[in-house]
């Protein structure tokens, strides 16, 4: 019998894949990750709210199968708002390109900073602090010199400005 492997990560990816069950990428401190959740798709199922978009939780896996959850933040409210949409999925795709990369040494830290930011993105904060906060953080990790001297509110303008090549992934 295989061993239960708990995995603490943001789910950034749903896909059916018969007829009641998702393939689901989570996004964890060690990178992307992709597992099946079988049956959430049925009325009543109870791993349907876990494997939502942006859901910050700890999930038990069996070999590559979600079998349990223990949801951290739901985060739901962001897919309300595009503002808050397209700003969590750039938080995200800033893992995933560090991942991508194999810059691990300061990868858990930024995950953490993006568990957070998420967190505060689903509890109201504004969009514009949530940005210029986590941004610099990611910056600062990565041994990037901030001047303190730039306007950081002209860097949000020009972020809506930017279009993420990767948006798709988190539809």
Avoid: W
């Avoid at 949409?85 to 938080?91: F, G, N, R, V």
């Avoid at 800033?94 to 990369?101: D, L, N, P």
């Amino acid at each position: 019998m295989k061993n239960t492997e708990i995995v603490f990560g943001i789910v950034i990816k749903t896909k059916k894949v018969a007829e009641a069950d998702l393939r689901v990428t989570l996004l964890c401190a060690e990178g992307l990750k992709n597992f099946t959740a079988s049956g959430v798709l049925k009325k009543g199922a109870k791993l349907t709210s876990s494997t939502q978009l942006f859901t910050i939780a700890e999930f038990s896996i069996i070999g590559h199968k979600i079998v349990g959850a223990h949801v951290v933040n739901p985060c739901h409210d962001i897919t309300k708002d595009i503002k808050r949409y397209y700003l969590a999925c750039a938080i995200c795709e800033v893992v995933r390109r560090v991942a991508s990369v194999g810059e691990t040494k300061d990868l858990q830290k930024i995950f953490l900073l993006t568990v957070g930011a998420l967190s505060d993105l689903s509890d109201g904060s504004q969009t514009r602090a949530v940005f210029t906060e986590y941004f610099t953080a990611v910056l600062v990790t990565l041994g990037y010199g901030i001047d303190e001297k730039t306007d950081i509110n002209t860097a949000y303008v020009r972020y809506l400005d930017i279009q993420i090549p990767d948006t798709r992934m988190y539809l």
